[in-house]
């Protein structure tokens, strides 16, 4: 029942496009189900991510977006979201940059959308990376060439933040 369940969670993300199949398998079989309802499970993930724990905390963002165990708010995703990405953490800054791609808890600004998935790419894994870049490639569509450069210069300087 439990690898059902994770099948189900990695495949609704998959399906919103948020998060690719492998990365939601790879956070439920860490902390859980992706947006399972279990209370402990919830509570276990929050505690973590209070604690600082990266993964814990995009998770948690992800949960917030996709109102999974917990009241959906994308301004509260993008928070988890954001402390998951400063830390260098690949998922987080992925699914920050959809955020400010797409405008859900954020000003859209397609500048740190490409600078976050850009950060994001270049730390994913190697399974990951394609799909990070085409994400990255598709906002790159829509900007001028000062935006573009802009965004890759925040991009060089950003240094990850340890908490």
């Known amino acids: 029942m439990l690898k059902v369940t994770r099948l189900i969670s990695a495949g609704f993300a998959l399906l919103i496009g948020a998060v690719p ?6 956070l439920a079989v860490k902390y859980g189900p992706v947006g399972r309802s279990d209370e402990l499970s919830t509570r276990r993930i929050i505690a973590l991510a209070e604690r600082g724990d990266p993964r814990a905390q995009a998770t948690l963002g992800f949960m917030y977006a996709n109102g999974r165990g917990v009241p ?3 301004d509260v995703a993008v928070d988890w979201y954001l402390r998951a990405a400063e830390q260098g953490d690949a998922t987080g800054q992925h699914l920050l940059g959809l955020m400010y791609d797409k405008g859900f808890g954020v000003t859209p600004n397609v500048v740190l959308a490409h600078m976050w998935l850009n950060l994001a790419a270049a730390h994913a894994p190697r399974h990951n990376r394609e799909n990070f870049l085409r994400l990255r490639d598709a906002v790159a569509s829509k900007m001028t ?3 573009l450069d802009l ?8 240094v990850p933040i340890r908490r």
């Open 21 to 26: 199949v492998a990365q939601a398998a790879s």
């Open 72 to 74: 959906q708010s994308y």
């Open 145 to 147: 060439r000062g935006q």
């Open 151 to 158: 965004a890759q210069q925040l991009a060089v300087d950003f």
